[in-house]
């Protein structure tokens, strides 16, 4: 079956642009998490949803990040007035709630000039 | 909180060779415990996960992990490096209410010729 897509897989901006990344998470998983990637902080957890919920944003690293799940399926990682540092690859995951395994999406690159 | 340590951020073996990649982990909890790979420009791609069942755990492409409580250890093995096994792996932990995953930095894996 398909896997989890993401959208764009690049993306190149300038600072203080808007920027939306997307998420499909694979069919019938209602977990979905969101990771950055990047060179000085390997990899971090950002946020989740259960469902269109999202419990716990404790990793989300500015107010500027913010992140929605509709529908249960798609979700919208969204980085106001973008800066430099936000340079990286974003990753999303899903999961069938309550296991233990998160597939992983090819991640969006993310450029900041 | 949970943490994860990887020991060498490179490490180099010749094809046909033992392959060894180290991970230690700290955990409160019972751990749930991974092995992901990422090709270049890739996602993450599950290797191998321990969720309390044998200490042994087989993985794709040959791979093996042994947990061992009492070391708080999680190695990933390969009797035989092959040159498709060059790629980044990144050993991690599964945790909290939203079992978000903490992942170690990273061990790059050079096969030579």
């Known amino acids: 079956g398909a896997g989890v897509s993401q959208s764009p897989s690049n993306k190149v901006t300038e600072k203080g642009k808007d920027v939306e990344l997307r998420c499909d998470p694979i069919s019938g998983h209602t977990a979905l998490y969101w990771y950055r990637q990047s060179l000085g902080q390997g990899l971090e957890f950002l946020i989740y949803f259960q469902g269109n919920s999202a419990p716990d944003k404790s990793g989300l690293p500015s107010d500027r990040f913010s992140a929605e799940r509709t529908g249960g399926s798609v979700s919208t990682l969204t980085i106001q007035r973008t800066q430099q540092e936000d340079s990286a690859v974003y990753l999303c995951a899903s999961s069938v709630a309550g296991a233990d395994t998160q597939y992983f999406g090819p991640g969006t690159r993310l450029t900041v000039l | 909180a949970q943490s994860v340590t990887q020991l060498g951020s490179h490490v180099s073996v010749s094809e046909g060779a033992l392959v060894l990649l180290r991970c230690n982990y700290s955990?409160?909890?019972?751990?749930?415990l991974f092995w992901y790979v990422q090709y270049p420009n890739q996602g993450l791609q599950l290797l191998l996960k321990?969720?309390?069942?044998?200490?042994l755990v087989k993985g794709i492409n040959g791979f093996e992990a042994e947990f061992k409580k009492s070391e708080t250890s999680f190695h990933l093995t390969k009797p035989s490096a092959h040159m498709s096994d060059a790629a980044e792996y990144f050993c991690?932990?599964?945790?909290?209410?939203?079992?978000?995953?903490?992942f170690g930095s990273g061990t790059q894996l050079t096969v030579l010729p």
């Open positions: 955990s409160s909890v019972p751990p749930y």
């Open positions: 321990y969720t309390s069942a044998a200490t």
């Open positions: 991690a932990v599964s945790s909290g209410s939203a079992r978000q995953l903490t």
